[in-house]
């Protein structure tokens, strides 16, 4: 897709001044009837289509001839913003613990913090070594991924998924016992803080080697998940060099479904967090 709108603006930059001129003249002409009939909701920088009642089909115009030739046939120069780019902040409440965008850091509990997902559930295909549960559409999401992945020779179990408040209590406790505080609550959430708990979040890996090691990140199945996760509606939500952010170290294990327009929309602006994505404070510690 961004390709296509280089080859575009290419392919106008070598247009001769008059030929754009035409164009330019013959696009306004278009344009106005496309205002008479209502049709500036329409963006006349999508070129590709073919339908005949779009303003934008007879040419692949300059960039720069598009709002002067709008501004000619509507007496305002209003930008021009193809709908279809516009991303809904507001979709999904990032608040409500049943939200697919919820954001869980160390600021930001479950509200309730005991909150249990109502559509938790295995996922065809995919182990669970340490048994657990994925909410559905997650879970399809990484059925998908799975398969997809198996086509080109990688495979990847799920260590864990869901967690409940009590199990995120236990192991929590577990390390805190064993590491003190501080450490603990570098990589273990408190219960009622953790992501697992959403039923939202999986922990993936494909051999005890790099099972739950940064180390994950440089395997072929880590890699896959990190280019190509954003396809399927999953993130790596604790990149690497963000703990002052998330409050977490690197975990490329770690991966959250947002869906795939979140997820995307995020890879193609190259925003890592969620928390960057939607203004949120950074969340290196609990407040206390
Ligand atoms: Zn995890």
Not at 95 to 106: I, L, Q
Not at 225 to 238: L, S, T
Request: some cysteine.
């Amino acid at each position: 897709m961004g390709g296509a709108k280089h080859a575009d603006a290419g392919l106008a930059r070598f247009l001769p001044a008059t030929v754009t001129a035409v164009v330019g003249f013959a696009l306004g002409l278009v344009v106005a009837w496309g205002v008479g009939q209502g049709g500036t909701e329409q963006a006349p920088s999508v070129a590709s289509g073919g339908a005949s009642t779009s303003p934008e089909v007879p040419a692949a115009p300059s960039e720069s001839a598009i709002p002067r030739v709008s501004a000619s046939a509507s007496g305002t120069a209003e930008p021009i913003v193809a709908p279809s780019t516009v991303f809904d902040m507001d979709k999904y409440s990032i608040d409500e613990a049943d939200s697919p965008w919820v954001v869980v850091n160390k600021l930001r509990p479950l509200d309730p913090k005991t909150y249990v997902p109502d559509d938790l559930g295995a996922v065809n295909g995919v182990s669970f070594t340490d048994g657990g549960s994925i909410r559905a559409e997650a879970g399809d999401a990484l059925a998908q991924m799975h398969e997809d992945a198996q086509a080109e020779g990688l495979n990847f179990r799920v260590s864990n998924a869901y967690r409940s408040y009590a199990r995120q209590n236990d192991l929590y406790s577990v390390y805190v016992n064993r590491s003190g505080t501080a450490k603990a609550d570098t990589f273990s959430a408190r219960p009622g803080y953790s992501e697992h708990q959403t039923g939202w979040s999986a922990d993936l890996y494909d051999s005890d080697a790099c099972r739950l090691l940064a180390c994950f990140g440089d395997t072929e199945v880590g890699r896959f998940i990190a280019d190509h996760g954003a396809e399927y509606g999953f993130i790596v939500r604790y990149p690497e060099g963000d703990q002052d952010i998330t409050g977490y170290i690197y975990e490329p294990w770690h991966v959250r479904y947002v869906g795939v327009d979140l997820a995307m929309e995020m890879r193609d602006r190259g925003v890592a967090t969620l928390e960057e994505f939607f203004g949120l404070p950074d969340a290196p510690s609990y407040a206390s």
